[in-house]
DNA sequence: CGACTTTGACCGGCGC
DNA sequence: GCGCCGGTCAAAGTCG
């Protein structure tokens, strides 16, 4: 390529040449200085060239050593698959009797961040069929993490009934009960005996997700299909929250809650709850992981906090514990905050920004909105926004990106954090998290934060799950624009601002959110018309919209 | 005609 | 027990 860019270029040379010798010897001074400006510009490009070509060598190597990363874990999951396959085997087979308990209690063990796929027992055999790791043409991010709580406290089982993957229950009380299971139609004329419900066995321990994007558009692209099928007004919120159930398979529990943030407009709440229960689109996988890894998050979060003697206070601070190798990383969450009775604990991944100079002046956290909405349940806020303005939130440097511009938003996805810096993130997380729950603080000093995120941030399995979550939103939003001919938020190319997204697993679709919030990540410049054409396609009112509604033209294209 | 959205009605949980 | 409210259903309408 960059062969062929100086060739090109002295091509164009010497036609420059050539043509200075056509035109004659009239005004050789002038064409003189043409010349040699020319001349330095070609040298300048060519160092630009220069520039760009060490530019994608570094990228390159990164890419090399993410593939690396991904493999080895890959490996490591199989492995783990593997072992546990071989032990609940053993289980299942000493235990002959119908006694539920110990599958449950193995359920209750494992809390997969299946990234999009549902690790029920199912799949896992289907797993194990196939020896050979998942193709990534096909799989996406089939990369599989996976927490085992190794604490198991009193409130353990009673957050096995919150397990994140509600369908790996599901599923066995589907294959136990030995019949297809029906999900809208029960045999009873009961109406609400949902099949997430019936399987849970504990409705009220829901475990959701949700996801604060800065969106202009209806709804979020993340790649699953999803219909429609209710919409209120919440009291409380003139914006109508819509209810999407997913389609990609009628059996599938999980459904969804777009809703706009009352405050701010342009936030766009999305509340998924369940797991799939089938394979996902590549462009699905990355949001699925995300909220599944959120929500193993809060379970295990939950449960260790729930052996805090004092948790009936709020928290400013969660303790999440994911394992990286099945050995446990505690992670500290600053911010985050637990409700004394947490019927439906919810994981808020906030991807908005904290402190915005124009649209946004509140915070989710802020009182107005805690007010309007008083936290019903625990929350967990993962925010991974910047807490400077995000107006330059996201600079390339080294193929990694920052996205912040201080070291709270700094988020390295790529593995050039050592394990030693890792080590000594965890040794700073631990010391801390000693700190905050002998003193139960309220405030935390900045470098305690600090540390916190680059605890957070340097964690592998917490980087896959956001790398998954800004997957969902910019590696979407790349190929999406180029695909989709919708108006609003379609500035930035994603690939040309940030080529190693287009290395992520990417769809089809138009996200528009996607680019939207990077546009308005990246630079005030490019957002006039991603919220001039946002305004006109928000979902204040049920503007029946098959044209401008770009759910359909998003989130129903595979 | 099938898939999807819209929207009013219905149901159950919860607080008073 | 009653009313409120969130969530869901399902008939009707719409669109490609």
């Given at each position: 390529m960059e062969v062929d860019q100086r060739k090109t270029s002295q091509q164009i040379k010497k036609e420059d040449k050539e043509e200075n010798r056509h035109h004659g010897e009239e005004d050789d001074c002038k064409q003189e200085v043409v010349f040699h400006k020319d001349e330095k510009q070609f040298e300048l490009t060519i160092a630009e060239m220069g520039e760009v070509r060490e530019e994608n060598q570094r990228l390159r190597l990164h890419l090399d050593q993410i593939m690396k990363d991904y493999q080895t874990l890959q490996k490591k999951f199989h492995d783990i698959l593997h072992q546990q396959q071989e032990t609940s085997t053993t289980v299942a087979t000493a235990l002959t009797?119908?006694?539920?308990q110990p599958r449950i209690n193995d359920e209750s063990d494992l809390v997969s961040l299946s990234l999009g796929r549902k690790s029920s027992p199912e799949l896992v055999k289907k797993d194990k069929r196939c020896t050979t790791p998942p193709t990534k043409s096909s799989e996406g991010l089939g990369l599989g993490l996976e927490y085992c709580k190794f604490e198991l406290s009193s409130t353990t089982q009673a957050e096995s009934s919150i397990n994140p993957s509600p369908d790996n229950s599901l599923e066995e009380t589907k294959d136990e009960a030995g019949e297809t299971w029906t999900p809208q139609k029960p045999p009873t004329p009961k109406r609400s005996g949902d099949d997430q419900e019936v399987s849970q066995q504990n409705p009220t321990k829901k475990t959701r997700v949700s996801v604060r994007v800065r969106c202009d558009t209806p709804t979020m692209n993340d790649g699953c299909q999803w219909r429609k099928y209710g919409q209120k007004i919440a009291k409380g919120n003139p914006c109508p929250r819509a209810y999407y159930r997913c389609t990609v398979s009628p059996t599938c529990p999980v459904r969804k809650q777009v809703q706009r943030c009352?405050?701010?407009?342009?936030i766009l709440i999305t509340t998924y709850e369940g797991t799939h229960n089938h394979p996902l689109p590549v462009s699905a996988t990355a949001m699925a992981s995300t909220t599944s890894a959120a929500a193993s998050m809060l379970t295990s979060g939950s449960s260790t906090s729930g052996s805090n003697p004092n948790p009936s206070t709020t928290s400013h601070g969660l303790n999440f514990y994911l394992n990286e190798n099945l050995k446990l990383k505690p992670i500290y969450l600053p911010h985050s905050s637990i409700s004394p009775s947490p019927s439906c604990p919810t994981v808020t991944l906030d991807l908005t920004s904290n402190t915005l100079s124009t649209s946004s002046p509140y915070n989710y956290r802020s009182p107005p909105m805690t007010n309007t909405f008083p936290p019903r349940y625990s929350t967990t806020n993962l925010n991974f926004s910047s807490l400077e303005s995000n107006a330059l939130p996201i600079s390339w440097s080294n193929g990694t990106l920052n996205y912040g511009k201080n070291q709270m938003g700094s988020l390295n996805f790529g593995s050039t954090q050592t394990q030693e810096n890792i080590y000594h993130s965890y040794m700073q997380n631990k010391s801390m998290m000693a700190n905050a729950t002998t003193n139960n603080q309220h405030s935390l000093q900045p470098d305690t934060i600090e540390a916190a995120t680059r605890a957070i941030t340097s964690d592998p399995n917490f980087q896959s799950v956001l790398q998954a979550a800004l997957t969902s939103i910019i590696g979407v939003g790349g190929i999406g624009v180029q695909g989709g001919g919708e108006k609003s938020c379609q500035n930035v190319k994603m690939e040309d601002t940030f080529p190693v997204f287009s290395s992520f697993p990417s769809t089809s679709n138009t996200n528009k959110c996607s680019s939207s919030f990077f546009n308005k990540s990246m630079a005030a410049t490019t957002m006039t018309n991603s919220q001039a054409a946002g305004s006109n396609s928000l979902p204040f009112s049920s503007s029946r919209s098959k044209s401008t509604s770009p759910e359909n033209s998003r989130d129903h294209v595979v």
């Open positions: 009797k119908p006694n539920e009352p405050q701010d407009m342009s």
